[in-house]
């Protein structure tokens, strides 16, 4: 009986000790993540309005200007850009975001099948997942710990390889894998189109009457020279975007799922100390049975 108790000694103390891990990380995650929020609900109505811009600028260009940022090839080579956490303990997360990965993977079949499917990890897990299962695609690990540094610079430097890429031919379509950030408890992993900008789709039963509207903007100076340097930057911030709402995300599930472990550590205390109190009920009864019939035994 006594090496029941300091077996369920053990693990109380086992249990605490976690207990207070969790606490600690539910602390830190937390703190990170009020900045991260803080800076995707700001960053987010500017990037939505710029993206909005600029499909609505590609669905509009007269024949006197055009970009390569919107034209539509065959589909022969792809690159994929995966987001997820450097670290785990973030509940399905990263899991969620690999299953965005599996499903671009199945329609882009043919392409891997051919050699032209080409992997971006942003963060190491996604890397440390998907080295063996995709070990016949292009894996590029070169930017896995961009989290640890999201400044303007380092993103913008990505976006521009992947605008470079696309234009010169390496790449004829790019998708994001990430994570879109609504709150700290719910989180949704997104797959959404990078390269080539997708123009507005313009719902014809809406514009039956105005068939002919377009985009009221008026550029200054050329809109050639204007479309050069206005739509890299556009990209750019979309793509900050995707970044940011990413590492708020990984912050609200990982907050999310150290609170959650907290409180089922608690739970865990509670049936153990339970348990102790019982076998330690039962000890001191069993000595006490002993003493009585041994007193018993000698008063006979």
Same mark, same amino acid.
């Given at each position: ?10 693990? $109380?103390? &086992? ?12 602390? =830190? ?11 995707? =609900? ?6 939505? *309005? ?14 006197? #200007? &055009?970009?390569? @940022? ?22 399905? +997360? ?17 392409? *891997? ?7 971006? +990890?942003?963060?190491?897990?996604? /890397? ?12 590029? &690990?070169?930017?896995?710990?961009? /989290?640890?540094?999201?400044? +303007? ?12 890429? @696309?234009? &010169? ?6 998708? =994001?894998?990430?994570?879109? /950030? ?5 989180? @949704? ?8 900008? #997708? ?6 039963? #809406? ?11 008026? @550029? ?53 100390? $339970? ?26």
């Amino acid at each position: 009986m006594s090496g029941q108790l300091k077996e369920v000694r053990e693990r $109380i103390t &086992s249990v605490k000790s976690t207990q207070q891990i969790t606490k600690a990380m539910k602390m =830190v995650s937390a703190a990170k993540l009020r900045k991260a929020q803080e800076a995707i =609900v700001e960053m987010r109505p500017y990037a939505d *309005r710029l993206d909005h811009m600029l499909k609505n600028i590609l669905s509009n260009l007269d024949g006197d #200007a &055009s970009t390569s @940022f919107g034209t539509v090839r065959e589909i022969n080579k792809v690159c994929i850009v995966v987001m997820t956490s450097d670290r785990g303990l973030c509940g399905g +997360f990263n899991s969620n975001i690999i299953k965005q990965l599996k499903t671009l993977t199945e329609k882009y079949a043919a392409q *891997r099948e051919a050699g032209n499917l080409s992997i971006m +990890f942003l963060g190491k897990k996604g /890397f440390d997942f998907c080295k063996r299962p995709y070990g016949d695609c292009n894996l590029i &690990s070169d930017h896995v710990e961009l /989290f640890s540094d999201l400044s +303007f610079e380092n993103i913008s430097t990505i976006a521009n390889s992947l605008m470079d890429n @696309f234009i &010169s031919g390496e790449y004829d379509h790019v998708d =994001v894998c990430y994570t879109k /950030f609504r709150n700290p408890a719910v989180q @949704f992993a997104k797959a959404a189109q990078f390269l080539p900008v #997708a123009p507005v789709v313009v719902d014809s039963k #809406a514009d039956k009457d105005n068939s002919d509207t377009k985009a009221d903007y008026i @550029f200054e100076p050329s809109k050639q020279e204007l479309l050069e340097h206005l739509i890299p930057t556009i990209l750019q911030t979309t793509f900050q975007k995707f970044l940011l709402d990413t590492n708020a995300s990984q912050h609200g599930a990982r907050m999310t799922a150290m609170d959650k472990a907290t409180e089922n550590a608690e739970d865990l205390l509670k049936d153990l100390k $339970i348990n102790y109190n019982k076998a330690r009920q039962e000890a001191i009864t069993k000595e006490l049975s002993e003493i009585v019939g041994g007193a018993a035994a000698l008063a006979g």
